[in-house]
């Protein structure tokens, strides 16, 4: 059974300063993994993927994390925190059949102060 | 194009009504997904289709039934409202139903059961 783990479920931080998001994941096959924002009153979108390949991802927003298979890692960085990137965060897990769906995690919300 | 719609956005019900939640894609989208979120336990998966004519359950179907009327909807029915059932629901959609896939997300609705 695949599962995920967001450390943290509310991160602050002041803009300009970096951000980061954790996500550890537990699957017994090589995983596909996800980075969905939700900003209020609002549905998810994504904002980047790991299928396979290159480990460091890019994504929206400036947005990027690395998938690392030794530490079951996906952590979610972006340098320099923008007011707008206040939102709340999920990781997801899939095991990349045909037919399933996402695992999330419980999500992140992070807060940016001026 | 809309993308992923919801109705209604909003709803209150009784303990043991009962109601019919819409979802509709225009993305010719193959698998299409209910989700429930509630705070602090990130989204989790009710029920979904891979594939039109087939629905499977996810992690918490109790207490809902599905239709996938054809390619393009799928609805959520609640056939005896309870207040557990107070949530925000989502329903989304993505092309090949792999787990490779980003999924795409309507609004959401906002429901209460008194």
């Known amino acids: 059974a695949q599962s995920v783990t967001q450390l943290g479920s509310h991160v602050s931080v002041s803009e300009g300063a970096l951000v980061l998001l954790r996500c550890n994941y537990s699957?017994?096959?090589?995983?596909?993994l996800f980075w969905y924002v939700q900003y209020p009153n609002q549905g998810l979108q994504l904002l980047l993927k790991y299928t396979t390949g290159a480990t460091l991802v890019k994504g929206i927003n400036g947005f990027e994390a690395e998938f690392k298979k030794s530490e079951t890692s996906f952590h979610l960085t972006k340098p320099s925190a923008h007011m707008s990137d206040a939102a709340e965060y999920f990781c997801a897990v899939s095991d990349g059949q045909a037919g399933t769906a996402l695992i999330f995690g419980k999500g992140t919300t992070l807060s940016v102060s001026s | 194009n809309a993308g992923v719609t919801q109705t209604p956005k909003f709803q209150v019900l009784k303990t043991g009504q009962s109601m019919t939640l819409q979802c509709a894609q225009d993305m010719n989208h193959n698998s299409m997904y209910w989700y429930r979120q509630d705070p602090g336990m990130g989204l989790r998966l009710i029920y979904y289709?891979?594939?039109?004519?087939?629905?499977d359950k996810g992690e918490v179907p109790n207490g809902y039934n599905v239709s996938r009327l054809n390619k393009r909807e799928f609805s959520l029915r609640l056939e005896s409202a309870a207040p557990s059932q107070t949530s925000v629901y989502f329903c989304?959609?993505?092309?090949?139903?792999?787990?490779?896939?980003?999924?795409?997300f309507g609004p959401g609705t906002r429901l209460t059961v008194l």
């Open positions: 699957s017994s096959v090589p995983p596909y």
């Open positions: 289709s891979a594939s039109e004519g087939t629905t």
């Open positions: 989304a959609s993505s092309e090949l139903g792999g787990g490779w896939d980003e999924q795409f």
